[in-house]
């Protein structure tokens, strides 16, 4: 379980994020939903370690993250919003370089390596630079990156920006089956919709507060009709979503 106490960010005196509280529960899909500017990128960065609060605590299964962050962050997966790579690196270097920094055994590493790119369609490019990638051949790099060593604690930053429909929907399906095998997975985006569809509840940020911290169904009834997503699903997806995150999960977990 992942715990925010009274987190607080300020900035040469202006508060980022001021008061922030709430759980993401181990098998839950905890959406983090905010207009930009409203302090999402700096709660996860905070939860990160990437910077520290300026007042408040963050725990996970009940310890202060800071009293041992070497053996937290063997627990932690983070997709930051901004896919920011090694240009100079191939896809399958930049694995690589993450695996062997995460200690990973090389010869399992490289199977994943193969796995991850095959599965999210990179593989022709494993040898391309990544200077050469589009911005979602990069977000893919990098929810590989993430997911390579099996984190129990899984962020994700706006993770479906540039990703075509079809991998939006391998993500959204791995995204289920990841809190479906007991991970803390905690979502941010500012797009209500993409929210709603992943979400088992919701932490609403305006201007740094929460402002509503409840489940999905409390927050906002669904329409029974059809949405454009199934309609597309059922009639121009060719690709067996389900099983591709499937395969995912099953490499993560070898």
């Known amino acids: 379980m992942l715990e925010l106490r009274h987190v607080t960010k300020r900035y040469t005196g202006i508060a980022a994020v001021e008061d922030v509280s709430f759980t993401a529960r181990a098998?839950?899909?905890?959406?983090y939903l905010g207009p930009n500017g409203s302090g999402k990128s700096t709660t996860l960065k905070m939860i990160t370690g990437l910077i520290e609060p300026s007042a408040g605590e963050i725990l996970y299964r009940g310890q202060p993250i800071q009293r041992n962050p070497m053996a937290?962050?063997?627990h932690l997966g983070y997709v930051p919003e901004e896919p920011h790579l090694y240009p100079h690196l191939t896809g399958a270097e930049y694995l690589e370089m993450v695996g062997q920094l995460r200690g990973?055994?090389?010869r399992p590493l490289g199977e994943k390596i193969d796995g991850f790119l095959t599965l999210l369609s990179l593989y022709d490019d494993r040898y391309v630079p990544i200077s050469s990638y589009s911005k979602g051949m990069r977000q893919k790099v990098l929810l590989a990156a993430a997911l390579l060593h099996?984190?129990?604690l899984i962020l994700?930053?706006?993770p479906f920006s540039g990703l075509d429909v079809t991998s939006a929907l391998v993500l959204r399906?791995?995204?289920r089956q990841l809190a479906a095998r007991g991970k803390v997975v905690l979502f941010s985006s500012h797009e209500l919709d993409t929210v709603e569809r992943v979400s088992s509840r919701v932490v609403i940020l305006h201007k740094g507060r929460v402002v509503a911290n409840d489940s999905i169904e409390q927050l906002r009834t669904l329409m029974a009709l059809p949405t454009l997503e199934e309609i597309f699903s059922q009639l121009a997806v060719e690709q067996d979503t389900e099983g591709?995150?499937?395969?995912i999960v099953e490499l993560i977990e070898r």
């Open 156 to 158: 994700l930053d706006e």
């Open 244 to 247: 591709v995150t499937r395969q």
């Open 104 to 106: 990973l055994p090389a």
């Open 150 to 152: 099996n984190p129990d």
């Open 173 to 175: 399906g791995l995204i």
């Open 72 to 74: 937290y962050k063997q």
């Open 27 to 31: 098998g839950e899909i905890t959406g």
